[in-house]
């Protein structure tokens, strides 16, 4: 086998999936100055994205969503797109993002985000490259929106059948806790407050739900809540919402 043809196979396929045909056009071009990938292109609809998956079968796609169309539509395709594709690895081309964006991003599937305004072509190749070997790939901001999620307290938003929202903010965490399994005392602990407080609200709860007991509470929360992450964080000085 000849060296050429070694480095080709061993080369990593690489789809650039771009709504800015100009853009992947340049994009792709500057890509293809390293022996390191293969390079194809599609524009970022549905159709040509799966004809392109099946003919070029790449181990990272490079996806830069249309900017015109709102984060919550671009992010519903990619979903639904990694839930397709779950073995290809992803990397999120923008101009800029923000905390919404690199959260909604990686609970969409993917593994790297890479600002374009920000970095060079020969650090995207290195970004491809991390992602292709299973790795993450996000500066230290984009790392600390992670970690502060995690350590976000959860919420849970209960309706009645009106669809009218029933629970205070700190009755919703109360809520979300209960539901994932704490006792009291554990409740207490990650809200850092007592005991006697969190039955209070147990009870005010189960009072504007109708309901008596902790199964009862948990079975409502399933059919009538909506699952989210609350705004506020745990930790030292941190100001948390009143009843």
Same mark, same amino acid.
């Not at 292109?41 to 709102?70: I, K």
């Not at 299973?134 to 502060?148: M, P």
């Given at each position: 086998? @000849?060296?050429?043809?070694? #480095? ?10 771009? @709504?800015? /045909?100009?853009?992947?056009? !340049? ?18 609809? #549905? ?29 519903? #395709? ?5 839930? @397709?594709? $779950? ?28 600002? !374009?305004?920000?970095?060079?072509? /020969? ?19 984009? !790392? ?9 307290? $959860? ?5 009645? @059948? ?6 205070? $903010? %700190?009755?919703?965490?109360?809520? #979300? ?7 009291? %005392? ?54 948390? $919402? %009143?009843?």
């Amino acid at each position: 086998m @000849s060296q050429s043809l070694a #480095a080709t196979l061993d080369a990593i396929s690489v789809l650039v999936v771009d @709504s800015n /045909r100009m853009q992947a056009q !340049l994009l792709s071009s500057a890509l293809r100055r390293y022996a390191e990938f293969r390079l194809a292109t599609c524009p970022m609809d #549905a159709a040509s994205l799966l004809q392109a998956l099946t003919a070029t079968l790449p181990s990272v796609v490079l996806l830069s969503p249309n900017s015109f169309v709102g984060d919550a539509e671009n992010m519903a #395709a990619v979903r639904q797109f990694h839930l @397709s594709y $779950p073995e290809v690895f992803k990397v999120l081309l923008v101009e800029s993002c923000d905390r919404q964006m690199v959260v909604s991003a990686f609970r969409s599937g993917f593994r790297g985000i890479f600002c !374009l305004s920000d970095s060079n072509v /020969r650090l995207l190749g290195k970004c491809i490259q991390r992602v292709a070997a299973g790795q993450i790939w996000a500066n230290t901001e984009q !790392l600390s929106y992670l970690l502060d999620l995690v350590s976000e307290i $959860p919420s849970l938003r209960v309706f009645n @059948s009106y669809g009218n929202q029933l629970l205070t $903010p %700190r009755e919703e965490q109360v809520v #979300a806790l209960v539901v994932e399994g704490l006792a009291n %005392r554990e409740v207490a602990m990650e809200l850092q407050l007592s005991q006697h407080t969190i039955k209070k609200y147990l009870f005010r709860i189960f009072d504007k739900l109708g309901i008596s007991t902790r199964v009862e509470l948990v079975l409502y929360a399933v059919n009538h809540g909506d699952p989210r992450h609350a705004e506020l964080l745990m930790g030292m000085g941190r100001t948390y $919402p %009143r009843a």
